[in-house]
C-alpha cells in the first residue's frame, strides 16, 4: 500500500526503518488491530473508561520516582531513616521526588479503588469479561501490598507501629499463620530484619508480580475490547476510534494527571494532614517505645483496622481479631467472585442487586473509615476521643450522604432494589444514632439484607439470583 | 493375537511412565520448595526464659519515668514500680502486638493502639486484648535488676 502511493518520493528514515521491521515482523498485522480498535460509546459516560488508563500513568509515575529514591535510600537499622533524612532535607529536589512518591502512590490507590467500583456499578466484568476482573482485583492486593510495604521503609515511629499491628493480624490465619507471621517479619516481633524483607518486597517481588498481573489484565483487554454499557446496547453504533481520537483523551487526562500531582506536591508537599494520608518524617522508630495514640494505617486500611476496634475480645471459638480477619477474607472472596455470582449480567440482563451491593460495600467501609478518623469524638493531644460521640456523629454523616444518594438512585435513575443498601443504613443507623453494639447490629442489617434477597427472588424471580422465568 | 494384546498393554505402560512422570515431578517441586520455604524462616534466637539483668542505662529510666521497655532475647517486657514493688510483664500487647506502656496516675497498663488495658498483674481490665500479659519476676538488689521468667 505504501509502496504504491510513494513510488516517486524516496522514502523516509521512518519510513525506512517501519519496512525494515516490518519486513521482520510483519507489523502491518499489529497497524490493521490498531486501526480498528474501538472504545464502545453510549448507554453511561466515557469518563469510566479512563481511570483505568490514569492508575497506570500513576504507577509509571511510581516506578520512575521509586528508582530515583532508590539512588540514596540505604536500607538498615542506622540509615534507613537517616537517608531518607538525608533525601528530604539535603538531596537537591530530594523533598520533591519523595513528596511525589507519596502523593502518587494516593492518588494511585484512588483512581484504581475508582475504576473498580465503576466496573463494579456498571457491570463491565460480566461475561466474558471475568478473568479481567480478577486480574484486576489481584492487581488491587499488589497495589496495597506497595502501600503497606513502602509504609515502613522510613523506619519511622507511625511506620513501625502501623507494621506491628498489620503484620501481627496474619498470626490469625489457620495452619501456616505462625510461620506467615515469621517469615514476613524475619522474626516474631518487627525489627530491621522486617524492613529487609519489606524492603525486597517492595522493589523486586512486588514489581515483578505485577508487571506479570498487568500484562494479562492489559491483554484480555486487547483481546475483548472494552466492555459496553449493559443498557443501550447497540453493536451497530460505531465506537470511538482508539487511535488517535481515545488515545489523545487518555495522554491529555495523564497531562492533567500530572499537573494535578504537581499542584498537590507542591502546595502540600507532606500530604493533607489526614490520618492515613501524611508523610512527615517524625521521630525514628525505637522498637522499645511503648505505642502511642493515634497510630493508624494508610487510609485505604482503616476500615480493617476500625473492624478489629468493633470486635470483642473472644468471639465465640474465636478470637476477636481472628474473627475480624474471617470476615475480611470473606467479604474479599465475595468480591473477587462477583462476576461469577451475578448471573443475571452475564446473561445481560440488569442485575440492580449487584449495583446495590456496590452502594452497601461504600457505605459499610465509608462509616468505619469516618470512625476510625475520630470525626466528631473530641479528641485532644491529652483525651482520648469519646467512641459513643464519634459513632454518632460518623453515623449522621454517612446516613445524610446515603439517603440522599439511595433516593437519586430511586428517582432519577428508577432504580428499585436497596435492600443491601438500606441493610447497610440500618447497620450504621443502630450502632451509631442507637449504640446497639457494632456486631449485633451487623448481624440485624445482615438478617434484613438476607430477607430482601429471598423476598425479591419469590416475589419476582428475575430480580433476583436466580434463573428468571 | 498378538495385536490386541499390544493395544492392552500399551495405555498400560504410559499411565505407568505418567505416574512415575508425576511423582517425579511432585519430588523435584518438594525438593526445591522445601528449601526455600525453610530459608525463609529465620532462626529462633535463644535465651529467652533465662535471667536477664538491667543495663544501669535502664534501671536509671526505670526512677526517671516509672517504667522501662527492656528486650528479653526475642521478648519485649516491661518493667514498672507501683506501690512500691517492682513488677515485670510482656510489653506485647496480646491483642495485635503493639508495646503498651504504664499510666502511674491509673495504676493501670495501657496499649495505645487499640484501647486495651490490663491491671497490674497483666489481667485484661477492657478492650479487645484476648489473653493477659505474661508475668515476669522482677527483683531488686541494690542497683541492680533481674528478670525472670514466672514459672507456671
Redesign the interface.
Known sequence: MIETERREAPPSVGERLYRWLDARFRLGRLVEFVRHKEVPVGGHSMVWYYLGGTTLFFFIVQIASGVLLLMYYQPGEATSYESIRYIIARVPFGWLIRSIHCWSAHLMIISLVVHMFSTMILKAYRKPRELTWLTGFGLFGIALGFGFSGYLLPWNELSF?AT??G???VKSLPVIGQ?LL??MR?????TI?TLYRFFALHIVILPLLIVAVMGAHLLFIQVQGMAPAMRHQRPDRPGLRFFPDFLVRDLLLWLVCLLLLCVLVYLLPYGPGIPGMEWELGKKAN?????????KPEWYFLWVYQL??E????LGPM???QAALLLVTVLMAIWALVPFLDRRASRGQSSPMFTDLAVAALIFMAYLTLKAWDIGGGGTATK?PDPRATAWTCAWIVLGVSSAVDLVRFLVYRQRWLAFSGAALLHVALNGVFGVNYLVAGAIAMLVAIAGVVLTSRKNPAAGLEAPK | MTAPVAQTSKPERRSVLNWLLGVGLVGWAASVLYPVLRYLRPLSDTGAGGPLKLSAEEVSTLGKSHFVIARAGTRKVIVFEAGGALHALDAKCTHEGCTVQFVPGDSLLWCACHNGKFDLDGRVLSGPPPRPLTKWVATREGDEVTLTMETA
Open positions: 507501629f506491628a499491628v503484620t501481627d493480624s510461620w515469621e517469615v524475619g522474626g516474631p516481633d518487627v530484619n522498637p522499645l517505645a511503648p505505642a502511642y495514640p493515634g497510630i478489629l476496634k470486635f470483642p475480645a473472644h478470637e476477636g481479631p482520648l
